[in-house]
């Protein structure tokens, strides 16, 4: 199962401009951001409060930004 990370792709580039700089006030490596968007690694708890803080989203979003499955194509 994979999740779709494009609102939350449009919402880091929106307020931080880019991953490295959302990667920075999240506390962590563009390495660990890249591969949580690409769904090799998965977010944890803390970690999506966090970036509801960066990036002034309401924690009751979270499941829009985070849990969004992504559509396979048949």
Known sequence: ?????SKLLGRIKEI???QSIFAKKMGL???SISLKL????AWKQ?????AA???????SD??????TLKVQNA
Not at 1 to 5: F, P, R, T
Not at 38 to 41: G, Q, R
């Open 38 to 41: 690409n769904n090799k690694m």
């Open 29 to 31: 490596s563009d390495r």
């Open 53 to 59: 803080q960066v990036l002034d989203f309401p924690p």
């Open 46 to 50: 803390p970690e999506m409060l966090r």
């Open 62 to 67: 979270i499941q829009a930004y985070f849990f």
């Open 16 to 18: 931080c401009g880019g």
């Open 1 to 5: 199962m994979e999740y779709d990370y």
